[in-house]
């Protein structure tokens, strides 16, 4: 285990409901991340965290929505999504922004 | 334009022998260097990070060699064994100072088959 927990690990939506993905660590981190991965394709970043600031917004439709109420949890809520955003939602956190990160086990979320 | 590139053909060998992995990179400047593995379903694990200013690292059967003029890193897994079979993703951190400071970039990774 990295201490880095993602709930639920799998969901399954249709394209008008509203969800939420959940992200906790309990390394003492101070940034988090959330990222998406499809298959065949690389790790890209989503949001990004540092000290509960977002700093980084990499062009992501505003149908994903970050909250990161403290440096221990973080989530993702999600609302009219598109199937082509079913994929691998992954969450890490480092020690600083930049360093070594530390993933959570995902989300597969599937769309319909 | 900015590129990290693993070889995206699947790397099969036999148990007992190294490994090698290559990490390509074109108009970046990294800081740092990542290496990630992950298995099917899961989430990457840390491996390794190696800084600008250093040529080589260590863990245990695992080096990382990082040639800034090449714009490569190798990884290296020695006595390979079936349980090694993972994807391994290379990352690297841009220097300060570029517009994707603190951003950890990834490539799309390797896979590596360790046969018994």
């Known amino acids: 285990e990295t201490g880095v927990t993602q709930t639920p690990r799998h969901l399954v939506m249709g394209m008008t409901n509203k969800k939420s993905l959940k992200c906790e660590q309990h390394?003492?981190?101070?940034?988090m991340y959330w990222y998406k991965q499809s298959a065949k394709k690389p790790l890209e970043l989503m949001f990004v965290?540092?000290?509960?600031?977002?700093?980084e917004n990499n062009s992501v439709p505003s149908r994903f929505s970050p909250e990161c109420p403290n440096s221990s949890h973080l989530f993702l809520h999600l609302h009219t999504l598109q199937p082509e955003d079913s994929a691998l939602y992954l969450c890490?956190?480092?020690?600083?922004?930049?360093?070594?990160?530390?993933f959570g086990p995902g989300t597969r979320l599937t769309v319909l | 334009s900015q590129k990290i590139e693993q070889n995206s053909e699947a790397l099969n060998i036999q148990e007992g022998k190294t490994a090698t992995l290559t990490c390509n990179y074109t108009?970046?400047?990294?800081?740092?260097l990542q290496w990630y593995r992950q298995d099917p379903g899961r989430g990457p694990v840390f491996l390794l990070l190696?800084?600008?200013?250093?040529k080589e690292k260590r863990k245990e059967r695992l080096k990382v060699t990082f040639d800034t003029t090449l714009k490569q890193s190798l990884f290296h897994i020695t006595a390979s064994q079936p349980a090694d079979s993972a994807t391994y993703l290379c990352?690297?951190?841009?220097?300060?100072?570029?517009?994707?400071?603190?951003?950890?970039?990834f490539g799309q990774g390797t896979t590596l088959q360790v046969k018994p």
């Open positions: 965290y540092s000290l509960e600031e977002r700093v």
């Open positions: 990352a690297l951190t841009p220097s300060y100072g570029s517009s994707n400071t603190g951003k950890l970039i």
């Open positions: 190696i800084r600008e200013n250093e």
């Open positions: 108009n970046y400047s990294p800081a740092y």
């Open positions: 890490a956190s480092s020690l600083e922004n930049g360093g070594a990160e530390f």
């Open positions: 390394l003492g981190h101070n940034a």
